[in-house]
């Protein structure tokens, strides 16, 4: 045996001693390395996100797409060191569910929890119905609902194949992305310098311009570029697959934050420059702005190729690894018990088997009811996840300052308040629809949570002790919800 591979076997050891310490036993196949988190992460956010929502943030902050995407990432980017600090104490695969129910308290854990699956369970949908509105650009005519179906079971063999299936598959499409990326710039820059489009030139207007940015605009503009953000979280999920050493997850949240920043950044700022100053774009154009701009730009078919690979990203790379997420999410809160005991089985592929066909059974239900109703679902996602976020900014403070006594008050003080302040700001300002909904959610949650309270399920967190199963009282065993 090599020292290498010694090296190996101690650090797989020390990742499962760890997880033993929270009282559970390795049931997922811990094969995924910080560069396989780090790719998942950044497929998650799909580094061409901007292509399919150009115009509409164009015209929603006069021009300036590059400087939403940066106030975004700056706003994010206090998340993602909160979410780095729980990840580096709590190694496990509930994300702000086990973060919050460890650091503050179970209940909270619960909420918590509960707030950000109704982001999960939607994700996936949102991005079938976004892939289905483009296949009717493709193929016109055809029904949309048939569409988000076949992704919805391309994505769940995908999921139920493995963890390696899922890596292969995210490393195909990550290339594919950057092969297009790289395409864009070279048509951008080409005909930036050729004058193909008239009035097109280099500018950092999009990046500033005085006369135009104002609070309520950079506002309006906050929520749209944190919902661009959005998966970077979704890494945490995946804590209990981790060959990487202490805080892989933690450290491949930033790095990927960064670097889907500068895509975005440097893609949009390139867009926003061939539209040649216009004010905003009409009805019919908003849509496919962007990839109506690649054709002004390369005059020749390579629009639908990029219409092609947005599709494929959106559809099948990026609702992928949601759903892996997703499964993660509620095989973690059934194992403590907080969600039907049937969704924590592991199949001999060891992946939550039973969590990731009832993602796929949701989806498919959600994705009906759903279709056309893109806006509705986005708002819903959104507050979801910051309700999460903001439970997860008072876990660190809670955790690090209060109870482990803390003397780093930057990282476990203010970062947790900038951030919680930042998100609380973006909660408040979402639409009514959205605080409704997520309002409802919520109420529907502190039912669940009751009736496990009154059937005589704890909240208690641990897995199986080291006897067996801990258990639950008959009355409450299969809690069905």
């Not at 990742?15 to 049931?27: D, I, T």
């Not at 009717?136 to 179906?149: D, E, K, N, S, V």
């Not at 193909?196 to 929520?223: N, Q, R």
């Amino acid at each position: 045996m090599t020292t290498a591979h010694h090296h190996e076997r101690a650090e797989e050891l020390s990742a499962q001693a760890q997880l033993e310490s929270f009282g559970y036993k390795q049931e997922l196949k811990r094969s995924v390395s910080t560069a396989d988190l780090l790719i998942y992460g950044l497929i998650f956010m799909v580094p061409i996100a901007p292509w399919a929502i150009f115009g509409t943030v164009y015209n929603a902050s006069g021009g300036m797409v590059p400087l939403v995407y940066l106030i975004g990432f700056i706003a994010m980017i206090f998340t993602a060191l909160a979410y780095a600090q729980m990840a580096k104490s709590i190694p496990l695969a509930g994300s702000v569910f086990s973060y919050v129910g460890r650091g503050i308290h179970p209940t909270a854990g619960f909420f918590a929890g509960w707030a950000i699956l109704l982001d999960y369970l939607l994700i996936p949908t949102l991005l079938y119905v976004f892939a289905a509105e483009s296949m009717i650009g493709i193929f016109p005519g055809t029904p949309r609902w048939m569409w988000a179906l076949i992704f919805v079971a391309i994505n769940t063999v995908v999921n139920l194949l493995g963890i390696s299936s899922i890596k292969r598959m995210n490393r195909v499409f990550l290339a594919i992305e950057v092969v297009f990326i790289v395409i864009f710039v070279i048509i951008a820059v080409t005909a930036l310098n050729g004058g193909t489009i008239p009035g097109a030139e280099f500018t950092t207007d999009p990046i500033w311009d005085a006369s135009k940015v104002s609070g309520p605009l950079i506002a309006s503009a906050l929520s749209i570029a944190v919902l661009s953000f959005l998966g970077f979280d979704g890494i945490s999920t995946m804590a209990e697959e981790s060959t990487g050493r202490r805080n892989a997850a933690g450290k491949a949240m930033i790095i990927a934050l960064a670097i889907v920043a500068f895509c975005f950044v440097l893609q949009t700022w390139l867009a926003s420059a061939l539209a040649a100053g216009r004010e905003s774009f009409s009805d019919d154009e908003v849509g496919n702005a962007f990839f109506d701009l690649v054709e002004a730009a390369s005059s020749s078919g390579w629009a639908t190729a990029f219409f092609v690979v947005n599709v494929l990203a959106v559809g099948i790379a990026n609702a992928m690894a949601a759903q892996a997420a997703t499964s993660r999410l509620l095989y973690s809160m059934s194992r403590d018990r907080q969600l039907p005991k049937f969704l924590s089985r592991i199949n001999k592929r060891q992946v939550p088997q039973a969590a990731i066909l009832v993602v796929s059974v949701l989806s498919a239900i959600l994705v009906l009811f759903f279709v056309g109703q893109i806006d509705l679902i986005a708002s819903l996602v959104n507050f979801g996840a910051l309700f999460g976020f903001m439970m997860l900014h008072l876990s660190v403070i809670v955790h690090y300052i209060v109870r482990k006594k803390s003397k780093n008050y930057l990282l476990h003080l203010v970062v947790p308040i900038v951030g919680f302040l930042i998100i609380g700001y973006v909660l408040l300002n979402a639409n009514v629809e959205a605080k409704v909904g997520g309002i409802v959610w919520l109420v529907i949650g502190a039912g669940v949570f009751l009736y496990y309270r009154s059937t005589g399920r704890t909240t208690e967190l641990g897995g199986d002790d080291a006897n067996g199963p801990v258990e639950v009282p008959a009355t409450g065993e299969r809690g069905s919800l």
